[in-house]
């Protein structure tokens, strides 16, 4: 035979091999994903929940009930698995008393002042339920709604995808929405989120998902020595109603900098008007940073370490910014296993754009129009240091 004959024969081969690879989803070793029933709303309609698992013992679990990640298990530096997200064992918690545990947001995360925006001339009124305010998609948001459900099974990564249709009008949002939520694990410990949406008429979108970490295991104790970097020079200062300014503040010289990685609880109680419009008795976070590498998914956004586990999770993400909360309106909250959630009990690092978008004609635009694709790629990365 030729040796261009061997090359042809060889690529024949390759070539079945992928496609036999697609149609079996053949997959690297020890990745899974699963599908089991979790529950049932008392409307009758079914919960379910899908388990991911890599070679590496990592486990995640996700709720087709607000698209939810339910736990996130891993191993520590001893080998010590334990589950690093704030939750529920149960749905009941979830409907009940959820300060929105590992949930997708939208139509619209974070912020909208007044509940109110005007885009192309027309002023809509969204359901307010935050003080003043409009947040995370209103009343009964996404994280509220039953997303439709299938495993994702690819050569190195093993998954659900979520579906959920958002009629024009919903919590007061123009144009039907069709969204589209892939969480995805592979053998590197990655837990990706890729969301996309489309619309039939201009409205505004900007999604995320409200995972609180706790790196030393949900409910054991406070993230106040967890060792955070965010990579941000700059935060969107609020009023005392957590809506933007306008303006950008640098955090050099200020309790804001993470720059370089400190402790969580390091500059928490520190005197500062930021702090304590987040949380007014003890101090807290609760402010969108501006990333450094905007729209960069090779850059790393955030870096948190839990210096007694040895856990790390990082974020990567397309977004421009992240809104860092420390749980300061959890208090007391009964969790999973029993454990109970305490003020600072957990961190989210929700990438999202800036809050109340619509409003601020500075920040990046949130607006979604008939032919665009709404597109963002959030990874959580747990790779052992
Ligand atoms: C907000 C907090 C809010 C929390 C609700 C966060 O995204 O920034 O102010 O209390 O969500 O759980």
Not at 157 to 177: A, C, I, K, Q, W
């Amino acid at each position: 035979m030729l040796i261009r004959d061997h090359f042809r024969v060889g690529r024949f081969v390759l070539a079945c091999g992928l496609a036999m690879a697609l149609v079996s989803g053949a997959q690297a070793a020890g990745l899974g994903v699963s599908e089991d029933t979790f529950g049932t709303l008392s409307d009758g309609t079914e919960v379910d929940i899908y388990t991911l698992t890599n070679a590496n013992r990592m486990e995640v679990t996700i709720l087709t009930y607000g698209g939810i990640v339910q736990s996130i298990r891993v191993p520590d530096r001893n080998g010590k698995i334990d589950d690093v997200s704030l939750g529920f064992d149960d749905l009941q918690g979830y409907v009940e008393r959820s300060p929105y545990f590992g949930a997708l947001i939208g139509r619209f995360g974070n912020r909208i002042a007044g509940g109110t925006f005007t885009l192309d001339g027309e002023t809509y009124q969204l359901p307010v339920n935050n003080g003043p305010n409009s947040l995370h998609g209103g009343t009964k948001g996404f994280d509220k709604r039953v997303w439709s459900a299938s495993p994702i099974r690819t050569g190195d990564r093993v998954g659900v995808e979520l579906t959920y249709f958002s009629p024009d009008g919903e919590m007061g949002y123009p144009g039907n929405l069709a969204v589209t939520v892939r969480y995805t694990l592979n053998n590197d410990n990655d837990l990706r989120i890729h969301y996309s949406a489309v619309t039939d008429a201009p409205t505004v979108v900007n999604l995320t998902n409200h995972v609180y970490f706790n790196l030393a295991g949900a409910g054991n104790g406070t993230i106040l020595d967890q060792v955070a970097m965010l990579n941000a020079d700059r935060i969107t200062p609020v009023d005392d109603t957590l809506i933007p300014t306008g303006a950008f503040m640098s955090v050099a010289g200020t309790p804001f900098d993470f720059t370089q990685p400190k402790p969580i609880g390091q500059d928490i109680r520190a005197d500062h008007q930021q702090l304590a419009y987040a949380e007014p008795e003890q101090g807290g976070y609760d402010h969108n940073y501006v990333l450094n590498n905007p729209g960069n998914l090779d850059a790393l956004a955030a870096r948190v370490t839990d210096p007694e586990s040895g856990r790390t999770v990082e974020m990567y993400t397309t977004e421009p910014g992240v809104q860092f909360y420390t749980s300061n309106f959890l208090d007391g909250l009964q969790g999973q296993d029993g454990e109970t959630y305490k003020h600072w009990g957990g961190f989210t690092l929700e990438a999202q754009h800036f809050p109340d978008s619509p409003n601020q004609p500075d920040f990046p635009s949130t607006v979604l129009r008939p032919g665009e694709k709404y597109t963002q790629t959030t990874i959580y990365s747990f790779r052992p240091k």
